[in-house]
């Protein structure tokens, strides 16, 4: 959703009253990954899952309106700190292992915080080797594996896990579709089952401190140029990167 990214009055972050949310672009590639292989017969189930407070249940829906068969939510208190990744990523492993996940999918990163954090930490958390930044995502049913293809530095890099196995999507995995109105009227009906840190046995006090939240500077407007003499000469003097 368009929105106007507005930082608090006193700087402790960015305000988000009366803002429509919306569903983390990279966890809707794996909600799409996630159906894609259900309708290949790779998995047999999916399980959307969120952390947050009662109005992230919106999103889930969202989830279940693109096809997922059911959803988990951790929530959280009104007015506690939103969850950090370390907080996440032990919610994410406690439903993992109560739900006996054979595989989870997820967002490489969410766009707010940027973080890139959490995949790598619930694979740790629940000892499961990770594939990140997938590409392509292959089930071996036979062998028990997933072969992943991901986006490096140097180009592309395949690797192949044992299941279960924690993987983080990236842009390029898929295209996710559209939830149909028949899709959207159905998901209402599903179920949700809400659960807190106290019924996982997982701590998602903060472990960072956000010191501070502030805009960043406004631009300087642009300057036109009569000749390339002229470009460089203010480059060389008056911005002083030649």
């Known amino acids: 959703y368009a929105a106007k990214i507005r930082v608090k009055a006193d ?9 429509k949310m919306s ?3 990279f966890c809707e590639i794996a909600v799409e990954e996630a159906m894609r292989l ?23 829906r969202h989830a279940l ?14 007015d506690a700190p939103a969850p950090q990744p370390l907080g ?7 439903v993992a292992r109560k739900e006996e996940a054979g595989l989870v999918l997820m967002g490489k990163q969410a766009i707010d915080g940027d973080h890139n954090q959490t995949g790598q930490m619930l694979g740790a958390k629940l000892g499961w080797p990770q594939g990140t930044f997938a590409s392509q995502v292959e089930i071996d049913a036979a062998a028990g594996r997933v072969r992943v293809t991901r986006e490096v530095d140097a180009g592309m890099e395949t690797v192949s896990l044992k299941l279960p196995a924690v993987v983080t999507t990236d842009l390029r995995l898929n295209e996710p579709r559209y939830a149909t ?18 019924d996982l046995g997982v701590d998602l006090a903060p472990q960072l401190e956000v010191v501070g939240v502030a805009e960043p500077p406004k631009r300087s407007s642009g300057v036109m140029v009569g000749s390339v003499d002229e470009l460089v000469d203010k480059l060389k003097n008056e911005a002083k990167v030649l």
């Open 11 to 19: 700087g402790s972050g960015v305000e988000t009253s009366a803002v």
């Open 23 to 25: 569903m983390n672009p």
């Open 38 to 60: 259900k309708e290949a017969k790779a998995a047999s189930e999916v399980v959307a899952v969120t952390c947050g407070p009662e109005a992230d249940g919106e999103v889930l």
């Open 65 to 78: 309106a693109l096809g997922a068969d059911r959803a988990a939510h951790v929530v959280t208190p009104k």
């Open 88 to 94: 996440v990523a032990s919610a994410l492993a406690a």
């Open 181 to 198: 109105l028949p899709a959207i009227m159905k998901a209402k009906k599903k179920k949700v089952d809400k659960l807190s840190a106290d």
